[in-house]
Nanobody, 118 residues
Framework: VQLQASGGGLVQAGGSLRLSCAAS????????MGWYRQGPGQDRELVAA???????NVVSSVKGRFTISRDNAKNTMYLQMTSLKPEDTAVYFC?????????????WGQGTQVTVSS
């Protein structure tokens, strides 16, 4: 599976951005997708995830500000980010993984830079 992330950019604090991640290739029905981010000098961390059935998990640091969604017909996942803060500055990566029986298949997309100025 190939992932193409887009939508990053430079925004002022309090602003909004919408990230997209388009998946292509051999996409199976039992899967999940997620957004991770890696700030300068930091480890990559989960931001939000969503299953093919629509169940979501959003980390507390962005809950209420970020919304994850997906359009299965378009094989595309989105991250709507509002009330952005300088600490949200990071490279955002999308990830796809299978959720049925092992072995698990994982694919990462290239990152998209999000920079929030104060």
């Amino acid at each position: 599976v190939q992932l193409q992330a887009s939508g990053g950019g430079l925004v002022q604090a309090g602003g909004s951005l919408r990230l997209s991640c388009a998946a292509s290739g051999n996409i199976v029905s039992d899967n999940a997708m997620g957004w991770y981010r890696q700030g300068p000098g930091q480890d990559r961390e989960l931001v939000a995830a969503i299953t093919s059935g629509g169940r979501t998990n959003v980390v507390s640091s962005v809950k209420g500000r970020f919304t994850i969604s997906r359009d299965n017909a378009k094989n595309t996942m989105y991250l709507q980010m509002t009330s952005l803060k300088p600490e949200d500055t990071a490279v955002y990566f999308c990830k796809y993984w299978t959720t049925a029986m092992p072995p698990q298949y994982i694919s990462w997309g290239q990152g998209t830079q999000v920079t929030v100025s104060s």
